[in-house]
């Protein structure tokens, strides 16, 4: 990025390695892909709240916890994951990640209760963190400095994307043949995306190993660690809205699955174009940072005029649930981003393993904690004090350090 020291970060041609443009847009296509099936995979589960709860008789509480199982599985792969893409390479990782969170979902299919069903999704959730580990490495690592912002913009629309793909089959389903057929969307998700990684996804060049290259980025940086928990902080409120944005526009709204799942999908498919904008924006600004205090600054005011919009019935409710599910996804591209830049090439495998650890770690208290805030004092208070999370995030975005010097970018 411009504004920092490392000739790396001004590099104007792309990686060499022998992959041309084509190749790597095409690269990026598949990373793309591989994330949307994991988010499928990882977030699908939430989707299915409404029929778990009101026709299989779980509490709002234990329905979310069902649905958080795949987070939870997450938490206890990621590092491990990114351990094997610095050492072993991203094709491998996505290939076999996808391949178990196929097998997983199908066994979560055939699963009987919510044990069941609790016990397959925190498999699959734990082989799904393979494509988020590696998928966005295989990004990082082909594409240049000048144009990481644009790309992994586009990378990380597939989170938005999967939460979309979920919104209009798995709801449907779910309410239409039973949570077990719904469960079969991960699955092929999964296998599809498995089949494109091997096809096309390959390697990027890594340089020579040496002591300083290979040296942790943590030890003495705090860098990376204020940016770790400036994510989990905005994570709340964009996982409150993901996870029970459909419950309310069913139980309070009065919409029908259908509707509520299409506008759901809307939503998401605008945090995807977000997403994209706001990467191109740090490239043209030469600061990933600096964007991302102007969206946690966004997201503490559209999360308290949603709040206080609910809590009034007003129509503009709605729409505000709209520029919420917008701008609370828009922060995670431009982490990302910045903490493999950061971590350099021997290192960001794990480091954006710590980043995604600490993201799903604050995201699987969110649905069973916010369900019991729910029933406790309704949809409104509960979607306000997200505000509190992003607000708290503002003055640890490190601004200052950005400009410091830092490892050589993969």
């Known amino acids: 990025m411009a504004t920092t020291t490392d000739s790396a970060s001004t590099e104007r041609t792309p990686p060499s390695g022998g992959a041309g443009a084509g190749r790597r847009w095409a690269m990026l296509a598949v990373s793309t892909l591989a994330q949307t099936a994991s988010a499928v995979a990882l977030h699908g589960p939430a989707f299915l709240i409404p029929v778990l709860h009101g026709r299989e008789g779980l509490s709002l509480a234990t329905a979310g916890l069902v649905s958080a199982a795949p987070m939870a599985g997450v938490l206890l792969s990621l590092v491990a994951w990114g351990l094997v893409v610095d050492r072993r390479g991203e094709r491998l990782v996505l290939g076999c990640g996808l391949a178990a ?8 299919a055939s699963a009987r209760g919510p044990v069941g069903w609790g016990l397959w999704l925190f498999v699959a959730g734990a082989a799904a963190a393979s494509a988020n580990a ?7 690592g082909w594409f240049p400095a000048h144009r990481r912002g644009l790309a992994m913009g586009i990378r990380q ?7 979309a793909v979920a919104a209009v089959t798995m709801a449907v389903l779910a309410e239409q043949h039973g949570v077990r057929v719904a469960l079969l969307v991960p699955a092929v998700a999964a ?4 089949v494109a990684v091997v096809t096309v ?7 020579a190993r040496t002591v300083e290259a290979t040296r942790s980025p943590y030890r003495s940086d705090r860098t990376l660690a204020r940016i770790h928990g400036v994510s989990m902080l905005l994570v709340v409120p964009q996982f409150l809205v993901w996870t029970y944005s459909l419950a309310w526009l069913v139980t309070d709204r009065a919409w029908s699955a259908a509707s509520a799942g299409t506008l759901v999908a809307v939503t998401q498919v605008c945090g995807a174009v977000g997403r994209i904008a706001v990467g191109h924006l740090s490239d043209r600004v030469g600061s990933r940072m600096r ?45 990302f981003t910045a903490v493999a830049e950061r971590a350099g090439p021997f290192w960001s495998g794990r480091a ?15 649905p069973p904690v916010a369900g019991a805030l729910v029933a406790w004092t309704g ?10 999370f992003a607000l708290a995030a503002l003055p640890l975005v490190p601004v200052r350090a950005e400009s410091a010097p830092r490892r050589r970018s993969p």
């Open 157 to 163: 629309m597939a989170q938005p994307l999967g939460v």
């Open 191 to 194: 296998a599809l995306a498995c």
């Open 201 to 207: 996804v390959r390697d990027p060049p890594r340089p």
């Open 379 to 388: 949809y409104a208070v509960t979607f306000a004090s997200a505000s509190a």
């Open 101 to 108: 969170t196929a097998i997983a979902a199908l066994l979560a």
């Open 134 to 140: 590696a998928s966005g490495r295989v990004v990082v």
């Open 352 to 366: 954006l393993g710590v980043q995604n650890t600490g993201q799903f770690l604050a995201a699987a208290a969110v």
């Open 291 to 335: 964007p991302l205090r102007w969206v946690a600054a966004a997201v503490v005011a559209t999360m308290v005029l949603l709040g206080v919009a609910a809590h009034e019935e007003w129509a503009v409710a709605v729409l505000l649930l709209v520029v919420a599910s917008t701008v609370t996804v828009a922060d995670n591209g431009l982490a």
